[in-house]
């Protein structure tokens, strides 16, 4: 009997080793727990409000379009007894999160768009058009203490590098792949470029829908959380436990594996009818690419970071997280 319950105890404190080593190995936003816990929500995180229509009825039209949430950054709207409050608009099976869309001078002299979610009242832009980078996300910051800082539409042609690193200098973790002028093409380049710098960015594709008839265009972000909860979106998000999907995109990813970047680890991409699997480093180079459903890449080291991207069978891309590589 003491035998016995001597190797329950080795046994147990075996399986909590293992348990804490997949912890280690992992890095944040990692799926080491358990899927039963978890599920995929489909979002867009930068939707603007259709004036010509109640807000309420806009919200359900989105709802049924197929969305379980959007970030709802209202424009012109200064006067906070106008603005909705989200709460009032979300339900057990549909989340608004308030948000809002400023645009602050870049390097250029132009007005650079960024997203902040949540947030309340938009920056009147009296204010926020006299302001830089720097300066409008200070004052984002203090309107909205934690808020998620996002980069939009970098591939306009007003966001340079510069720039970026600007707003990463200033808090910003997010930038949208989206090219403003173009609703299938993706601007990876300038992510492809921060990330060779060693600025660390999740990706995001959105539909900047300004109305109605931009829904399900683009693309969007697939969020994986406990909930369907403004806390548990955004912290799913803060922690990179989500893809950014092309509108159309006819496969699923299921799970994806993202490690510390240490060399010998493995990323894994897994899931149901991908053609095939890139993973990509420094540069943009393609470090592999896998056939099928079930892909890995072991770090090697020195490629600088890693991402995936998995393509259907029609070539329509879902971007996963990056890591940073290192020996």
Same mark, same amino acid.
């Given at each position: ?53 109640? @807000? ?21 709207? %200064?006067?906070?007894?106008? !603005? ?66 996002? @980069? ?31 609703? !299938? ?35 969007? *972000? ?30 699923? !990813? ?19 009818? @991908?053609? %095939? *699997? ?27 970071? *890693? ?15 990056? !890591?940073?590589?290192?020996?």
């Amino acid at each position: 009997m003491i035998m016995a319950l001597r190797l329950e105890w080795v046994f147990a404190a075996t399986a909590l080793a293992a348990v804490a080593l997949l912890a280690c190995d992992a890095a944040p936003g990692a799926t080491n727990s358990s899927p039963a816990r978890k599920r995929w929500f489909i979002g867009d995180l930068q939707h603007h409000e259709d004036g010509s229509r109640p @807000i309420t009825e806009h919200v359900a039209i989105v709802k049924k379009a197929g969305y379980d949430f959007i970030c709802l950054q209202y424009k012109d709207m %200064e006067d906070p007894k106008r !603005v909705p409050d989200a709460k009032a608009l979300s339900s057990d099976t549909f989340l608004v999160i308030p948000g809002a869309e400023q645009a602050f001078q870049g390097s250029r002299s132009l007005w650079n768009h960024m997203g902040f979610m949540p947030f309340g009242i938009p920056m009147p832009e009296t204010i926020t058009d006299y302001m830089n980078i720097t300066q409008g996300i200070a004052e984002a910051e203090r309107r909205s203490p934690g808020c998620l800082k996002v @980069i939009h539409h970098p591939g306009d042609g007003r966001w340079l590098l510069a720039d970026v690193k600007t707003a990463y200098e200033g808090g910003t973790r997010f930038i949208e792949l989206n090219r403003e002028e173009n609703p !299938v093409q993706f601007a990876i380049d300038l992510w492809d470029q921060a990330l060779s710098a060693g600025m660390f960015f999740y990706a995001t594709i959105s539909t900047d829908a300004h109305g109605l008839g931009g829904i399900r265009r683009r693309g969007y *972000v697939r969020v994986r959380a406990a909930r369907l909860t403004r806390k548990d979106i955004l912290g799913a998000l803060k922690a990179g436990d989500f893809l950014a999907e092309e509108e159309g995109f006819a496969a699923a !990813v299921t799970d994806v594996v993202r490690p510390r970047g240490k060399a010998g680890q493995e990323y894994r991409v897994l899931g149901k009818d @991908i053609a %095939e *699997v890139r993973f990509i480093g420094r540069a943009g180079k393609r470090l592999a690419t896998v056939q099928g459903s079930n892909a890995a890449y072991t770090i090697a080291g020195n490629e600088g970071y *890693v991402r995936a991207e998995a393509l259907d069978a029609a070539g329509l891309r879902c971007f996963t997280q990056p !890591v940073m590589v290192s020996k």
